[in-house]
């Protein structure tokens, strides 16, 4: 696994709300933690390379990702790979973080990623 440089109480905190969330685990891949909802990933943790910002990337509601964009520009922003699948990241390396609000947003992207069993988005 690369060197976490994520801070090792905010990684906590997401590991918390993430695997409380019903069925939920954590599972490495390309050497970060991602939290997933029957293989499928929902939110992972990102950045811890060298030079790297770790970051939080989630799958938000349909037309959530550019206004939190542009609400808050130096937090959000649209992260390789997933970005064109509509996901968002989420610097984690400020002063502070708006958890209420990530919390919100990996509830949401749990939803929309799980079956409908579990609370997912109908269709799912």
Not at 52 to 65: F, H, Q, V
Not at 66 to 81: C, D, K, R, T
């Amino acid at each position: 696994m690369n060197r976490l440089i994520v801070r090792p109480d905010r990684l906590e905190r997401l590991r918390k709300v993430c695997l409380a969330l019903p069925d939920a685990t954590e599972k490495e891949a390309w050497g970060d933690p991602t939290w997933r909802i029957r293989d499928r990933i929902f939110a992972t943790q990102k950045g811890n390379f060298e030079g790297g910002r770790p970051s939080l990337w989630l799958k938000p509601a349909e037309g959530a990702r550019g206004m939190l964009i542009e609400s808050a520009p130096a937090l959000f922003y649209v992260p390789p790979y997933v970005g064109n699948k509509g996901w968002v990241g989420a610097y984690l390396d400020g002063k502070t973080l708006p958890w209420k609000l990530l919390g919100e947003l990996i509830h949401e992207s749990y939803r929309l990623i799980a079956p409908k069993r579990l609370g997912g988005r109908p269709g799912v």
